[in-house]
DNA sequence: GATGAAACCTTCACCCC
DNA sequence: GGGGTGAAGGTTTCATC
């Protein structure tokens, strides 16, 4: 399952941690934080990275300052589940800005969708002119949140 | 809304887009990209931290390489709705690290989670020993997903 | 918005345990 | 094998235009 497992130390989930929550920690702050010296400290983090446990650095932006404070989520059921239906769903998925993730389920084989929309209009407006449209698309049911409670990107050791 | 609203340009969106997909870049090939020279690109994003759009920046952790490769989505109903029963509900799933995403609700007034767990015996012990166990947890449905299909951390104009 | 100098950070060869 | 040191090169930052 795992090709490349190196065995990870308490520093290397230290370092870990630390990156998840500062990215542009500077190695030197880094080093102090996790108990090491600049240099193998960032030899570590070149490990880490190599080995793909970090899969890259992103900044994080706040989705309701770009005017898109409102999330929506959103079942879809398609009416075959052959696999040609799957693959033309996944791709106008992915050409959808206001699909910001997807998830294929098992059980009743659909997909769960949140969407990071404007506004209920703004919403409805996908749901009826872009969602309904997609060829397969059965059955929707929509899932308003009130609020994020917690967030965590990845769960570390 | 929006207390401090600043105009953003084309240029201010295309260096957010950017950062969100490497928060490493330098400056300098940074500017190369959007068409400006070091210093005013580093103004900008100075002024994109400070105003909020950009609310920091995280290394992105390989979930299934720390051993957590397994999902869960997690409906929750609360016996009652009193705000006392959701404050201390919520306080348990800030302590909980199998719990990584957490939304609260429309509707029938409940929560869905997101787990992120070694394998569906680590799940139903999570389950069993310490969700159920939380004081109001009414009921509880279970939904596994196969795979990731889009994950887009924000959406950017 | 651009330039250039100072301060800082990253990187690498090298040494040590 | 992994950790430390120091010098070279690159990057960020700031005053200035």
Redesign the pocket.
């Known amino acids: 399952m795992d090709p490349c497992s ?1 065995n990870l ?1 308490q ?1 290397d989930y230290k370092i870990l941690k630390e990156l998840q929550d500062d990215a542009r ?7 102090d934080k996790v ?12 490990k880490l990275e190599a080995e793909g446990y970090i899969t890259g650095y992103g900044a994080q932006i706040e989705e309701a300052k770009m005017g898109f404070g409102f999330s929506v989520f959103v079942s879809v059921r398609l009416d075959q589940q052959v696999d040609g239906r799957l693959v033309e769903f996944e791709k106008e998925v992915r050409l959808c800005p206001e699909i910001v993730e997807c998830w294929l389920m098992t059980g009743s084989f659909d997909y769960l969708l949140r969407l990071s929309v404007e506004s209920l209009d703004d919403f409805e407006r996908f749901l009826t002119r872009r969602l309904t449209k997609i060829p397969g698309v059965a059955s929707i049911e929509s899932s308003v949140p009130i609020r994020r409670v917690k967030h965590q990107p990845a769960r570390i050791r």
Chains 1, 2 share one sequence.
């Open positions: 190196m130390d520093i920690i500077s190695h030197q702050e880094l080093s108990g090491l010296s600049a240099s193998p400290c960032a030899r570590r983090i070149r």
